[in-house]
């Protein structure tokens, strides 16, 4: 869990790989530890070009942490659930799926701290 404690960010010029695909970006991702294996996951990004912020829950397995959270996207609803795994001391790969608005939504980008 500590490898992947606290704020990770999409690229400033947006070439992660979901922004390429134009599903998220601006992604924003914090992981606070709430024990050994547990964490309160906050996830905001721009997605179809709604703004989504929301929190949900992680759990740790090895260096994964699988999580899933729920919020507001403008005047809908979002669910969305993925795995974050470090690729180095920097940066994390956070993969997801799930709906934003009923629209389904999946991807996966490298953030940077």
Partial sequence: MTALSGTWASSPSGTGAAAVSGV????????????????????????MGIAIRGTGDGVASGNTVTWNTAGSAGP?????????????NSSARITYSGTV???????SEVLTR
């Fill in 101 to 107: 608005c009923g629209m389904p939504v999946s991807g």
């Fill in 76 to 88: 809908c609803g979002f669910t969305l659930n993925g795995t974050a795994t470090p690729v180095n």
């Fill in 24 to 47: 998220c970006s601006n992604t924003q991702y914090t992981v606070t530890p709430v024990g050994t294996d547990r964490a309160t996951v906050t996830y905001g990004a721009t997605c």
